[in-house]
């Protein structure tokens, strides 16, 4: 009977060790494997937005009448057309520190702006295309104006107004 019971304890004691051999390992592996999901995403989305920022500058510049298709994914955080400000940016809380934090960052025709959250360790991530006094945005989407998930778009140039190219966003 007492051997039966030395088995059991090791056997016991093999089970929680290897238990918290396991919650060890995931505790410290987890933050750094969402570290490097959000690094992917960030990068990622650079890429979206520079091919939808070269779309809609190639449509401007073809003048009246000109349409582009085009197909979006946004796997995380929000992309926002804002037609007042003549902008595009997305955003997306991240525990990811890809720059220094609240800072701005110029990378071709965007901006990426990181900023300090109230949580410790982190942050909101924004990537901004300013069309400011280069051309007008407008948008028709029947899904509002917060994106998430894949869409087609249609940029069409709808004509020119205060000497600027008005670009027609419609988002289906």
Do not use: C
């Amino acid at each position: 009977m007492n051997k039966k019971a030395a088995i059991w304890v090791s056997a016991i004691l093999y089970i929680v060790l290897g238990i918290v051999a396991i919650t060890l390992i995931l505790n410290a592996g987890l933050p750094l494997i969402n570290k490097m999901q959000d690094r992917n995403t960030i990068s990622q989305t650079k890429e979206v937005i520079t091919a939808f920022d070269q779309k809609i500058r190639f449509v401007a510049n073809q003048g009246p009448g000109a349409l582009e298709p085009f197909y979006i994914e946004i796997k995380s955080g929000e992309l926002t057309i804002d037609e007042a400000g003549n902008k595009i940016y997305w955003s997306m809380k991240t525990i990811d520190q890809p720059q220094e934090p609240d800072t701005s960052l110029e990378e071709g025709n965007f901006v990426s702006i990181l900023n300090r959250t109230i949580v410790k360790n982190e942050y909101n991530m924004t990537i901004l295309v300013n069309y400011q006094n280069r051309l007008n945005l407008n948008l028709s989407s029947e899904f509002g104006n917060k994106f998430q998930g894949r869409y087609q778009l249609s940029i069409r140039h709808i004509g020119v107004e205060n000497d600027l190219p008005t670009i027609l966003i419609n988002v289906r």
